[in-house]
T-cell receptor, first 115, second 113 residues
Framework: NAGVTQTPKFRILKIGQSMTLQCTQD?????MYWYRQDPGMGLKLIYY???????DKGEVPNGYNVSRSTTEDFPLRLELAAPSQTSVYFC??????????????FGEGSRLTVL | AQSVTQPDIHITVSEGASLELRCNYS??????LFWYVQSPGQGLQLLLK??????LVQGIKGFEAEFKRSQSSFNLRKPSVHWSDAAEYFC???????????FGEGTQLTVNP
């Protein structure tokens, strides 16, 4: 199993550009999450999904959109990039039901810079 | 709303010394508590977790944590720190084992030789 895979690992955007951060997991996990990590600020939840076709806002959703058409994929879209979205983005997943041990499985992160 | 406070932004210890990282949480019911570690340029890895039962939990890499309900704390400890333990450590709280986690701001650990 590859686990949680994020692409790209690094990206530089200009203000106003749009892009999609890709996240895919091959563990058949129902729950998936997008966090952003800013220096000294810990991780903040952007969006999450409890299954295909179901998404919900987290703590800091403004400026982002997500979709969950399949169990495996949970892309994060930035429509109009702003400098405030410069951050490291982490995708994570966790199984539901009896196999859930509480452990979040994280991707390696995507570092985004908006200039 | 649930919240987590890690009072120490940065801690420096000597190799071989003992370590305690503090974590205080705010939550109305019995929390699910976690400690994660993040090495530079990497994602987060689970060190240990507390759901119920014995309040002293053992984790990987020789770490342990103690849940103290009266103090709303879940401090992480290690008797003897190794240079490879240098990393950032995050405490997190959740409502259930599968819910959204709220993370603390992290404690950066430096280990001196």
């Amino acid at each position: 199993n590859a686990g949680v895979t994020q692409t790209p690992k690094f990206r530089i955007l200009k203000i106003g550009q749009s892009m999609t951060l890709q996240c895919t997991q091959d563990m058949n996990h129902n729950y998936m999450y997008w966090y952003r990590q800013d220096p000294g600020m810990g991780l903040k939840l952007i969006y999450y999904s409890v299954g295909a076709g179901i998404t919900d806002k987290g703590e800091v959703p403004n400026g982002y959109n997500v979709s969950r058409s399949t169990t495996e994929d949970f892309p994060l879209r930035l429509e109009l990039a702003a400098p405030s979205q410069t951050s490291v983005y982490f995708c994570a997943s966790i199984p539901s039901g009896g196999t859930n041990t509480g452990e979040l499985f994280f991707g390696e992160g995507s570092r985004l810079t908006v200039l | 709303a649930q919240s987590v406070t890690q009072p120490d932004i940065h801690i420096t210890v000597s190799e071989g010394a003992s370590l305690e990282l503090r974590c205080n949480y705010s939550y109305g019911a019995t929390p699910y508590l976690f400690w994660y570690v993040q090495s530079p340029g990497q994602g987060l890895q689970l060190l240990l977790k507390y759901f119920s039962g014995d309040t002293l939990v053992q984790g990987i890499k020789g770490f342990e944590a103690e849940f103290k309900r009266s103090q709303s704390s879940f401090n992480l400890r290690k008797p003897s720190v190794h240079w490879s333990d240098a990393a950032e450590y995050f405490c997190a709280v959740g409502e259930t084992s599968g819910s959204r986690l709220t993370f603390g701001e992290g404690t950066q650990l430096t280990v001196n030789p």
